[in-house]
């Protein structure tokens, strides 16, 4: 329960500042796609473009169709006069009509001016909008600088609705994006925080699959990465106490040994000095074996690819243990392939495999047991067994014998039980040859550990 407070706590503050930053992202997006669309209606509708139907004016329009029925602007002043009631009068007194040559046809609204018949010279602020007929100018409607605030007022009548709609559909547009948004927000501050608490040493910590099939695929991908770390943490704890079990005891045995030659407990001669040299044998080869373990799995072991033949690796190492085998007094026998069964293989590694194999099923063979060589070829593949006769393995902990270290009795001594690292090492050795091994119990008893090759192409 304390856990549980405790994470909430974290997670917490890394979900606000989520939300809040998601949030802030969503309401600037929004706000700015709100001003670039009235800033963009406001330029249109106050700065006029003969290009633009918004700024074709009602008077412009007007002007073109008066012209087109009549063909000239003889009796144009009773335009505005029509209009004198209506909202369009009040554009007729802010404009000048000029004619093809630029004389002034209508000032104001008025024929009765001093302008009237003149070239009219332009002045800053007026504003040209071509009277189009037939695709050409007929003529040119000038507005001056009061028009302007007019029109400018008229925009905002215009933007006020477009306004108001937009803000009443930011409102469901924002709160939608707030369900989102909590959607990916929560699983993301427990994914952040989860991370956070295995950079801190807790590699217990994992997450809740939930939100989308991405997220979820991230929560399931951190799981499967938190379980890898603690798995090898606790190989590594696990490995570190195994070393330090194994090396104890020569060490212990050495320096007994040496003390007593010391204080004149032993005499300096061979018999009392050898059991100390073994020790160093021993542990010679344990630190040999190690090596090899490490440089094997982390795929770094040099290996030589060549043809070789199964049933003369076999042959050479049942050369090699014949002699121990009689002194144990357990049968050695070989079944070699009545084929070739050759792989690409590293001869010196393949040779070390089979030997830790064969070391095995001998080590765990009683007296008068027997221990069997078989070489198998079929379906594109060829095999190597090694069977006993001996006690075999408990079914659930079969998976368990090419763990390094892993002995099925705790208890055994090394003379009997070895360092636990000659499976471990003949696992490594055959994967890094892109084959693979396992091991079964014999119906009959005992064990079967064989390894399988692709043969050669």
Not at 62 to 78: A, C, D, H, M, P
Not at 322 to 329: L, P, S
Not at 391 to 417: C, H, Q
Request: hydrophobic share 45%.
């Amino acid at each position: 329960m304390k856990t549980e407070t405790s994470e909430q706590h974290t997670i917490r503050p890394i979900q606000t500042r989520l939300f809040v930053l998601l949030l802030r992202a969503f309401t600037t997006a929004v706000l700015f796609f709100a001003v670039f669309i009235l800033a963009a209606m406001a330029y249109f509708l106050i700065y006029p473009s003969s290009y633009n139907p918004i700024d074709r004016l009602p008077i412009v329009t007007r002007l073109e169709t008066f012209y087109l029925i009549k063909s000239n602007w003889q009796g144009v002043e009773t335009l505005p006069q029509n209009d004198y009631a209506s909202d369009y009068h009040r554009f007729w007194l802010r404009t000048i009509l000029l004619d093809e040559q630029g004389k002034v046809v209508l000032d104001h609204g008025s024929i009765q001016t001093s302008l009237i018949g003149t070239n009219y010279a332009r002045i800053a602020g007026d504003t040209a909008i071509p009277i189009l007929v037939q695709e050409r100018a007929v003529a040119t409607l000038l507005l001056d600088s009061s028009f302007f605030p007019i029109q400018r007022q008229l925009s905002l009548d215009f933007l006020w609705p477009i306004g108001a709609i937009s803000f009443f559909m930011a409102i469901p547009t924002i709160i939608m994006g707030l369900f989102l948004m909590r959607r990916f927000v929560t699983p993301l501050a427990e994914v952040i925080a989860a991370a956070r608490a295995v950079a801190g040493g807790d590699l217990s910590s994992r997450v809740r699959a939930s939100g989308p099939d991405d997220l979820r695929a991230l929560s399931d991908s951190f799981n499967h990465m938190a379980a890898s770390l603690e798995q090898s943490d606790n190989e590594r704890r696990n490995m570190l106490a195994d070393i330090a079990h194994e090396l104890r005891t020569p060490l212990t045995v050495m320096r007994g040994r040496l003390e007593g030659i010391v204080d004149g407990v032993y005499a300096a001669t061979p018999e009392q000095i050898s059991p100390a040299l073994e020790e160093t044998y021993l542990l010679e080869r344990l630190v040999e074996d190690l090596r090899l373990l490490t440089l094997a799995e982390a795929r770094q072991l040099h290996i030589e690819h060549r043809d070789v033949d199964l049933n003369d690796t076999a042959s050479h190492i049942f050369d090699l243990f014949q002699a121990e085998a009689e002194e144990k007094q357990i049968t050695l026998t070989i079944e070699l392939c009545p084929s070739e069964a050759a792989a690409v293989l590293d001869p010196q590694r393949i040779e070390q495999v089979v030997g830790n194999l064969v070391s095995n099923a001998l080590r765990y063979t009683s007296e008068g047991g027997s221990v069997q060589i078989v070489v198998e070829k079929s379906n594109n593949q060829v095999s190597l067994s090694v069977r006993d006769n001996g006690r075999g393995v408990p079914a659930e902990d079969l998976d368990n014998i090419f763990v390094r270290f892993w002995r099925g009795e705790r208890s055994r001594s090394r003379a009997s039980g070895g360092a636990g690292l000659g499976l471990a090492i003949a696992r490594q050795l055959v994967e890094a040859q892109g084959g693979h091994i396992q091991a079964a119990n014999r119906a009959e008893g005992g064990l079967d550990i064989s390894i399988h090759f692709p043969t050669k192409l």
